[in-house]
């Protein structure tokens, strides 16, 4: 059994749901994924995978 799994979708899944359960922090929220989704597309970690 092969398991694929990257950064980005599950960046994304854990943002999308902390925003649907405290909207106050939306900012916060979306400062925090643009950083981590930079650092990940300049050091090349999208590729990453977790097995």
Do not use: D, E, Q, W
């Not at 854990?14 to 300049?42: D, H, R």
């Amino acid at each position: 059994m092969n398991l694929h799994l990257s950064l980005t979708p599950l960046i994304s899944l854990l943002a999308g749901i902390l925003i649907l359960v405290m909207p106050k922090l939306l900012n916060f929220i979306v400062a925090v994924y643009l950083i981590v989704i930079g650092l990940i597309g300049v050091f090349g970690l999208g590729t990453a995978r977790f097995i």
